[in-house]
């Protein structure tokens, strides 16, 4: 398992705070990102930042409320969650640690470094489980052999768990403290050690690019469609669906889904749409994008839509491949699932 890095910082302060980690002086660090926060005490990255020069300080506690406040705050951010998990899961507290992975992958499904420490939870819960079942029946075989499999798994090396190295999917993690029996999980990143032995020096992410303009998305139809079938007329549902996403306009954005769209993780229908009331509702400003969108008709009623996503708010930015499936509902084009990466 492993926690997140925070997001390279513009601002003076974050950017020498980042080096000074980065060289292992992390009191004269945090004195950098606590006089940064003096003046900005909601910002995203110091405080993600805070969070982990206490966990390489060593204080746990400390570093789980400021990960804590920031998930209350910034729900949409996956690697709180994360973070939250390893500090967790070092104090052999899985449940806590499940539970936060869990918010973290049902934030962003295609966030591996997540799916990865859970797989890492569960294996110490069934060590665990395992364990039980052998002191009340010291001649069960296969429970023998099961534990002893875990305990190969995470022997070899004692691999930390992944600590989540940012505050938006594109930064890269810097290392954290380790979680006893878990293996480290880097996305979109090798894995960085977070024990003493050969330790790989946390990844800054380059400066943020400047804002380009909105571009018009690619329509590009198939080229052979059903009888009937119009590709504009899915285009355009999937940009007012875009528009009213941009313009916190919750009832309209809800209103571009099917009766029968299938939840991301299986949840009810009503709690993924209050989840996504309050992530839409939250950021004072929101801006997405949609490019190069191809339309493939699988028939007269039924349409795929992939397409580049670029989604920005003030406080988050991410981009992501995407896929729509789109029905025909009387005149309406609506989405009946939706999924992010490939």
Same mark, same amino acid.
């Given at each position: ?22 060289? =292992? ?7 950098? #990102? ?9 910002? @995203? ?16 506690? $400390? ?55 859970? =797989? ?30 875990? %305990? ?32 480290? @999980? /880097? ?35 198939? %080229? ?7 590709? $504009? ?8 669906? +875009? ?11 809800? +209103? ?9 993780? =299986? ?9 996504? %009331? ?11 994008? !949609? $490019? @190069?969108?191809? !339309? ?7 349409? /795929? ?12 930015? +991410? ?20 999924? #992010?990466?490939?």
């Amino acid at each position: 398992m492993g926690l997140a890095a925070p997001v390279p910082a513009q601002n003076d302060e974050l950017q020498e705070a980042q080096q000074l980690l980065k060289q =292992g002086q992390t009191d004269r660090a945090l004195e950098r #990102v606590e006089q940064y926060l003096k003046t900005r005490p909601k910002d @995203a990255r110091g405080r993600f930042l805070r969070g982990i020069l206490l966990t390489e300080q060593n204080k746990p506690n $400390e570093a789980i409320r400021v990960f804590t406040e920031l998930t209350q705050d910034y729900p949409e951010l996956p690697e709180p969650y994360n973070n939250l998990a390893v500090l967790y899961a070092s104090q052999g507290q899985y449940d806590k640690a499940r539970s936060a992975l869990e918010m973290a992958i049902r934030t962003h499904p295609s966030y591996a470094t997540a799916h990865e420490n859970l =797989g890492d939870i569960y294996a110490k819960m069934a060590s665990q489980a395992y364990d039980k079942a052998l002191q009340l029946d010291k001649g069960n075989q296969a429970a023998q052999t099961k534990l002893n499999l875990i %305990k190969d798994l995470f022997s070899s090396g004692q691999r930390p768990p992944k600590v989540a190295a940012r505050t938006e999917p594109s930064v890269k993690p810097v290392p954290a403290a380790p979680v006893a029996g878990s293996k480290p @999980a /880097t996305p979109a990143a090798p894995p960085v050690a977070a024990t003493p032995a050969a330790p790989k020096p946390p990844v800054v992410a380059a400066k943020e690019p400047a804002k380009e303009p909105a571009k018009e998305p690619a329509r590009e139809p198939v %080229k052979i469609a059903p009888s009937g079938s119009n590709p $504009e007329a899915v285009l355009k549902a999937v940009e007012s669906w +875009a528009a009213a996403w941009a313009g916190n306009d919750v009832d309209g954005y809800l +209103a571009r889904y099917a009766p029968g769209f299938k939840t991301p993780d =299986g949840e009810p229908r009503k709690a993924w749409e209050n989840e996504r %009331k309050l992530r839409i509702a939250k950021p004072r400003k929101i801006e997405v994008r !949609v $490019e @190069a969108a191809k !339309v493939t008709f699988n028939d007269a009623n039924r349409a /795929t839509v992939t397409f580049r996503q670029h989604y920005r708010s003030n406080s988050f930015k +991410a981009s992501a491949n995407k896929t729509l499936i789109m029905v025909k509902s009387g005149n309406q084009w609506l989405i009946q699932e939706e999924l #992010v990466g490939g």
